[in-house]
């Protein structure tokens, strides 16, 4: 092989390891933004649990008062 040969392959070989170490990088951070959509998920889904919760609660607050409304004549 030539001076010419024995370049180009060094220089393949070098971009063959850039992206090697590009790809795992880009992997790494593929995980981590998998982990944090994963925890924003778990939150969205904790919020709306709360939110059933509450809208139980009021649900349930509205009909002690109608119930508080009808025994005081207070409706119409």
């Known amino acids: ?13 070098g971009l063959r390891n850039e992206l090697r ?24 889904a904790g919020m709306h649990d709360d939110n059933a919760t509450l809208q139980t609660r009021l649900d349930r607050v509205d009909s002690r008062i109608d119930k508080i409304e009808r025994r005081l004549e207070l409706t119409n």
């Open 21 to 44: 170490d590009f790809r795992q990088e880009m992997r790494e951070e593929m995980q981590t933004l998998k982990q944090r959509i994963n925890s924003i998920e778990r939150g969205v």
């Open 1 to 13: 092989m030539s001076d010419v040969d024995n370049l180009i392959i060094e220089h393949l070989k």
